[in-house]
């Protein structure tokens, strides 16, 4: 009854309609509402005072990067209207204050994290040279195929290796709308020998390829974070990727992989012809990336890091930053509830 008095005074016959994309949330009733992302934000603030709950909203990447740049004021709503926002990282909090979040906004930086139990490396050393005639640096991309995932820039990076008579082997799992401008880009570079669009494939099988790999390349236009990214340093694979938005957050430069300038095939080619033939290298990158993951990016920080924002949101005090590698022990969930939108 709230809902429908307060929603018509507000959205007069429409209230219906939203009433009936809503009702499922009615029923839960919770003290938390999270948006998981900022588009599915846009045009539910509301919520926060009909149903009487607090409001968080997500940002990962796509909906600051690119989703509304046509207009300034896209997300003026959740600016003004969420209680806290929880972000990936410190390039998309510097992105949300450049689309118009005021710089005291309560928010929360909690990186994504991965299942370091199931991407475990076993017993992998990097100990052979490759590039040469007798076995390939076996190169893997792990990602959905789409503009913003740059294949056609790796794609004219191996053009590269090949040119300089490397002997490789790229495999890209995935699948997507880009399918066919990946397959023309592999056609055109005159590399359909060795580079392989192996499609979408199941967690186990992605496991086994970055078991397989020597090296992970991620040469993104835009990302705001990247879980395989983090899956393919738990398999202490050294990356190479680009500089693209959060990805230097993700690898550290020098140390876990290589960040290069994102379009730049031939920074990415001279990355790769330097891993082949240094396992020594590698294997040093290998161990950092595992260590770093392990110790800032496990599940069970980023749940207790979630489990904090909801708390202090409650309180009506939420932190202006939070990192889950704090590593506070996760907290009785069985109070206030949180719905995850």
Same mark, same amino acid.
Request: glycine share 8%; aromatic share 8%; proline share 5%.
């Given at each position: 009854?709230? #809902? ?15 009433? #009936?994309?809503?009702?499922?949330? $009615? ?13 599915? %934000? ?19 990447? #796509? ?87 740059? #294949?056609?820039? @790796? ?52 496991? %086994? ?18 879980? @395989? ?103 009785? $969930? ?8």
């Amino acid at each position: 009854m709230r #809902y429908l008095t307060q929603g018509w005074s507000r959205f007069g016959i429409d209230t219906l309609r939203r009433f #009936y994309l809503d009702a499922n949330l $009615l029923g839960l009733n919770p003290n938390v509402a999270h948006f998981e992302f900022g588009t599915l %934000a846009l045009g539910r603030m509301h919520l926060k005072e009909i149903i009487d709950a607090k409001v968080v909203v997500s940002f990962r990447g #796509y909906d600051l990067n690119f989703a509304g740049l046509e207009n300034p004021t896209h997300y003026q709503e959740v600016w003004d209207g969420a209680d806290a926002l929880h972000l990936l990282g410190d390039d998309l909090w510097r992105r949300a204050q450049r689309r118009g979040c005021p710089a005291d906004k309560a928010h929360a930086l909690i990186p994504p994290a991965i299942d370091v139990q199931f991407f475990v490396p076993g017993d992998r050393k990097h100990t052979e040279a490759t590039g040469g005639s007798a076995r390939p640096l076996r190169i893997l991309s792990v990602g959905r195929l789409e503009w913003k995932k740059g #294949y056609e820039y @790796a794609i004219s990076a191996m053009r590269i290796l090949r040119q300089q008579g490397l002997n490789f082997e790229y495999r890209i799992v995935g699948d997507g709308g880009f399918l066919e401008a990946v397959a023309f880009a592999r056609h055109q570079m005159e590399v359909e020998k060795t580079v392989h669009l192996l499609g979408a494939l199941s967690r186990p099988e992605v496991r %086994a390829e970055m078991l397989r790999a020597d090296v992970f390349l991620h040469p993104a236009v835009s990302e705001g974070f990247c879980n @395989a990214v983090l899956e393919a340093q738990s398999m202490e694979l050294p990356v190479v990727c680009s500089d693209a938005d959060g990805l230097a957050e993700n690898v550290v430069n020098g140390e876990t992989g290589f960040v290069v300038r994102r379009r730049d095939p031939q920074a990415i080619a001279e990355k790769l012809i330097l891993l082949a033939s240094n396992p020594a290298i590698r294997q040093r990158m290998g161990l950092a990336g595992r260590k770093r993951v392990t110790t800032c990016f496990q599940l069970i920080d980023q749940i207790s890091a979630f489990d904090r924002l909801y708390r202090q949101v409650l309180r009506n005090d939420p932190g202006k930053k939070d990192t889950p590698s704090q590593n506070h022990p996760v907290r009785d $969930l069985a109070g206030p509830s949180a719905v995850s939108l």
